[in-house]
């Protein structure tokens, strides 16, 4: 019989420490970003929709045929890459291969 509760208070223990693990609090929200100032969270933009939509992705267009790079024009207008390529595709450009950039420059001849 002390065999039995011995297992039974083991499983109880467990249960007990599952339980407490379940009831730990939730992180707090706030956090210090790198300048150590506290923020509750990031803020959400808005999704561009129609005329704005258009408007800036031709934007964006004429900035990536003039010689910019999606990643460049990624981190100017604080939007993910993918967002900045899919808005390029529908403004209807025509992408550069990747890789090696063309050279600014001309050589003499």
């Known amino acids: 019989?002390?065999?039995v509760?011995?297992?039974r208070g083991d499983a109880?223990?467990?249960t007990a420490r599952k339980q407490s693990l379940r009831m730990a609090p939730a992180p707090n929200p706030v956090a210090a970003d790198r300048d150590g100032l506290k923020r509750k969270s990031l803020r959400r933009r808005?999704?561009?929709k129609g005329a704005a939509r258009r408007l800036f992705a031709a934007e964006l267009r004429s900035s990536y045929e003039?010689?910019?790079t999606?990643?460049?024009?990624?981190?100017?207008?604080?939007r993910a890459?993918?967002?900045i390529h899919?808005?390029?595709r529908e403004a209807g450009t025509i992408f550069r291969p990747r890789g090696v950039r063309p050279q600014r420059h001309q050589f003499p001849e």
């Open 46 to 48: 808005a999704h561009l």
């Open 81 to 83: 890459v993918s967002t």
């Open 86 to 88: 899919e808005l390029l």
């Open 1 to 3: 019989m002390s065999e």
């Open 12 to 14: 109880t223990n467990r």
């Open 5 to 7: 509760r011995s297992l």
């Open 66 to 68: 003039t010689g910019a």
């Open 70 to 78: 999606i990643f460049e024009l990624s981190r100017e207008h604080k």
